[in-house]
């Protein structure tokens, strides 16, 4: 079965779908509700021999070296930088939108 993989646009969020025929294609983000794009499609197999991007399986190391940056939820609304570059503590109540 193919796979698809959707990438929002607004957060980056990306979003593997199994393609099951029936099921209509997700238009939102999960996490933001922004623009779903979708991207190539690629057997499994070849995805992990290409060490194809799964945020799942990214270490904190690679997320800062790829220029990204990864927030930890510390539960009272805040996030704490956990790799990357990018203000330490991040308060969801400032964020612009
Ligand atoms: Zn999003």
């Given at each position: ?22 099921e209509p294609e997700p238009t ?70």
């Amino acid at each position: 079965m193919p796979i698809f993989e959707y990438r929002c646009d607004a957060c980056g969020e990306i979003l593997e779908v199994l393609a099951r025929g029936s099921e209509p294609e997700p238009t939102k983000c999960p996490v933001c509700e922004g623009a779903l794009a979708r991207m190539m499609s690629l057997p499994a197999d070849l995805k992990r021999m290409d060490g194809f991007f799964h945020k799942d399986n990214f270490s904190d190391s690679e997320i800062a070296s790829k220029g990204l940056t990864k927030y930890v939820n510390r539960g009272d609304g805040t996030y704490e930088k956990a790799a990357g570059s990018g203000p330490k503590i991040m308060d969801r109540n400032k964020l612009p939108g």
